[in-house]
């Protein structure tokens, strides 16, 4: 995981470790992401964290994790691991 703060607001980078490099699976800026305890494919779903009713909601897809399109509501994130 990689965080950097500038002027637009913190911008979040998972990385995945493959062999001896790393590759980018997943990209924000200006939002908090929250790890979910349900999983996709075997991986932790992910959400965009923030303020409001509804939170973008991120999935494994064999690759890297997509949007798509879906939100999930503030009761479920109940039991998330928020990062900043």
Same mark, same amino acid.
């Given at each position: !995981? @990689?965080?950097?703060? +500038?002027?637009? &607001?913190?911008?979040? #980078? ?6 001896? /490099? *790393?590759?980018?699976? +997943?990209? /924000?800026? &200006?939002? /908090?992401?929250?790890?979910?305890? #349900? ?18 909601? *991120?999935? *494994? @897809?064999? #690759?890297? +994790?997509? /949007?798509? @399109?879906? #939100?999930?509501?503030?009761?479920? !994130?109940? &039991? ?5």
């Amino acid at each position: !995981m @990689n965080t950097a703060a +500038y002027g637009d &607001g913190p911008g979040l #980078t998972l990385f995945k470790h493959e062999g001896a /490099s *790393w590759r980018a699976i +997943y990209f /924000s800026r &200006g939002a /908090s992401l929250a790890v979910l305890p #349900t999983r996709t494919g075997g991986v932790s779903d992910l959400a965009e964290a923030g303020p409001g009713f509804e939170h973008p909601l *991120w999935t *494994w @897809n064999g #690759t890297e +994790y997509a /949007s798509n @399109n879906r #939100t999930i509501p503030d009761a479920q !994130m109940e &039991g998330a691991a928020f990062l900043p």
